[in-house]
């Protein structure tokens, strides 16, 4: 059985950095590539950064360039969004799962505000 458990959210001043963990289990992890989502209140759910299965490329959002950096652990089954340089329009439920297309059932995310 899949699970993605998303961690590591809170409230965080505007220009402060937030690291968020997402653990996996139930699939081959080292094979898939991954992505962290955000969902804002009121808006869809949206592609932040996306890393390949080994690693090697990653690819981010135009709103996130040079501020998030996603990264992963294949031996902990864990991806990370490094967030830095945080605004108030990074306000959202953050989620990982696949990168677009057939999706696993997703987690309960981390919300991270981002509020002076």
């Known amino acids: 059985q899949v699970q ?3 961690s590591g959210g809170g409230l965080v001043q505007p220009g402060g950095s937030l690291r968020l963990s997402c653990a996996a ?3 081959t992890f080292r094979s ?3 992505s962290w989502y ?3 209140p009121g808006k869809e759910r949206e592609l932040v950064a996306t890393i390949t299965s080994t690693g090697g490329t990653t690819n981010y ?3 996130v360039k040079g501020r ?3 990264s992963r652990d294949n031996n902990k ?3 990370y969004l490094q967030m830095n340089s945080l605004k108030p329009e990074d306000t959202a439920v953050y989620y990982c799962n ?3 297309g057939v999706f696993y059932p997703w987690g309960q995310g981390t919300q991270v505000i981002v509020s002076a």
């Open 4 to 6: 993605l458990v998303e």
């Open 25 to 27: 289990s139930g699939f």
């Open 32 to 34: 898939a590539g991954m």
């Open 38 to 40: 955000r969902q804002a």
């Open 61 to 63: 959002a135009d709103s």
């Open 68 to 70: 998030f950096t996603i």
């Open 77 to 79: 089954k864990t991806v």
């Open 98 to 100: 696949l990168p677009p």
